[in-house]
């Protein structure tokens, strides 16, 4: 059907604006009833921070996020932009005659064409009633954010009288001088302010009206702006006491405080990691990756949020998964393009790769020289063996371990040919045994990489040692 083009219109076909709380929890009831997802790519809060998120949703209330970075605060809010209707009227832009003279009368920002509450908005009517002209806005449109930062200012996020306007012959007490902020110009929108305690508490004070009685002043004008604006905040759980806080009037005007969470098991941890990490697909090569090798890569993480060498106030985001990720199946990559190599299957030997990656993603309670390397190299080793441990009992292997005390070594690097591995399964046949339990098929790659794991397990359990020689690890009894 053709959509109204006038306000006259609009109210011929019964539409109803609804205030932005009422559209949000209209829309929720309707996806639940429906079994819709609501968050997509939202992994590991179904049964902890949605929930609290759909009861504040259909409380209209305001919320606050607050969790350690990488826990999705500001996918989560951005995603609540699916609540809103596809598209809403406001008032479009016209021109209007006063004395037969035409100027532009131009809304700052949406409005309900039934009932605007700027004075440009209301002139519209004034002048043109049912004739009033509206355009329709689609729902990413209706979403503000800003980043708290030290230097914003009121003018920013409120509003301020324009100089310019002032200029042209206006008075400052004339309504028209103002130049709205960025939340006034998010009415009915959902606006966000991302780590919140970063705002000076002088601009906190700012939104209390905003919080609460849903208006604004400007420059001592009680401009009565009944906004209808769904208002949200992010921030870290250490911002309270260390780069600022939030001030407890305007905390205590948040209806929904909602803590998030890392994920809370190693399949919530892979799924993220896997969804989030780059695309390595290639016509050329096929990408596979053992289930063991993803546990692996989550369980570092894992482990680093337990760590007491590890800044647990500042946190270790599911980033760090995702690069490491990122980063072994790069070397297994590079590995497969030097050698010729069709299939890229990362193995333990590229696990020293993820360092610099995982560097970056973590603070270290020490400071000293050389002591970073050795913290990472010892998260690495302690998620093999815990992996290896849960595929694995020792006892199972000791076919293996009795070959090695009977003389054999096995030299391994992240730069040799998958078919040499092969070989060697092939003359310890519980070691081939084992790799099959892996899931290694015929695969030269997969069986090489099942190899490692083997043995870089059996080395951290203690059952056979270890040598590292010119980039290469040799194995022996």
Not at 6 to 15: A, F
Not at 56 to 72: K, P, S, T, V, Y
Not at 124 to 149: F, S
Not at 187 to 194: A, K, L, Q, Y
Request: hydrophobic residues 40%; proline residues 5%; glycine residues 6%.
């Amino acid at each position: 059907m053709e959509k109204p083009r006038t306000v006259g219109e609009l109210r011929s076909s019964g539409y109803k604006v609804l205030p932005v709380r009422e559209e949000m929890r209209k829309n929720l009831i309707e996806k639940i009833r429906g079994g819709e997802t609501l968050f997509e790519g939202i992994i590991g809060y179904e049964e902890t921070v949605i929930p609290a998120l759909e009861n504040a949703i259909l409380a209209g209330q305001d919320i606050i996020f607050l969790g350690e970075r990488g826990q999705a605060k500001s996918r989560m809010i951005r995603s609540l932009v699916e609540l809103l209707d596809e598209e809403t009227p406001t008032l479009a832009p016209t021109v209007l005659e006063e004395n037969g003279v035409p100027s532009a009368a131009m809304p700052e920002f949406l409005e309900n064409p039934f009932e605007p509450i700027s004075a440009v908005g209301r002139r519209i009517i004034e002048h043109q009633g049912d004739n009033a002209p509206i355009m329709w806005v689609r729902r990413e449109d209706r979403y503000g954010e800003k980043l708290a930062t030290p230097d914003i200012t009121i003018a920013d996020l409120i509003g301020e009288v324009d100089p310019i306007k002032v200029a042209e012959g206006r008075y400052l007490s004339d309504e028209f001088t103002i130049h709205y902020g960025l939340v006034p110009r998010t009415n009915r929108g959902i606006f966000c302010i991302n780590e919140l305690p970063d705002l000076a508490e002088r601009i906190q004070v700012g939104l209390l009206n905003i919080m609460e009685e849903r208006d604004v002043q400007i420059r001592g004008y009680r401009v009565r702006l009944p906004l209808d604006v769904f208002v949200v905040a992010s921030a870290n759980p250490e911002d309270y006491t260390n780069r600022g806080r939030i001030i407890t009037p305007l905390k205590d005007r948040y209806g929904a405080q909602i803590r998030t969470h890392y994920p809370r098991s190693v399949e919530h941890e892979i799924d993220i990691m896997e969804r989030e990490s780059s695309s390595f697909d290639d016509s050329d090569y096929t990408v596979t990756v053992p289930q063991f090798m993803k546990e692996i890569v989550a369980e570092i993480t894992r482990l680093a949020r337990r760590s007491p060498d590890v800044n647990q106030r500042s946190g270790v985001s599911v980033r760090a998964s995702i690069a490491n990720f990122e980063s072994l199946l790069a070397n297994a990559m590079r590995r497969a393009i030097r050698l010729g190599e069709t299939e890229v299957v990362p193995r333990i030997s590229d696990l020293g790769y993820i360092i610099p990656a995982i560097s970056g993603k973590i603070e270290l309670e020490t400071v000293d020289d050389g002591r970073e390397e050795q913290i990472l190299e010892k998260l690495i080793q302690g998620a093999v063996v815990a992996v290896f441990n849960r595929n694995f009992n020792v006892g199972e292997l000791e076919e293996v371990v009795t070959k090695f005390k009977s003389g054999i070594s096995v030299e391994v690097s992240d730069s040799m040919a998958s078919a040499d591995y092969q070989k060697l399964s092939r003359q310890i046949e519980t070691l081939n045994r084992a790799a099959a339990k892996l899931g290694a098929t015929d695969s030269p790659a997969q069986s090489a990489s099942a190899v490692e794991f083997v043995l870089e397990g059996l080395h951290l359990n203690k059952r056979l040692n270890k040598d590292k020689v010119a980039g290469k690890a040799q194995y022996r009894g």
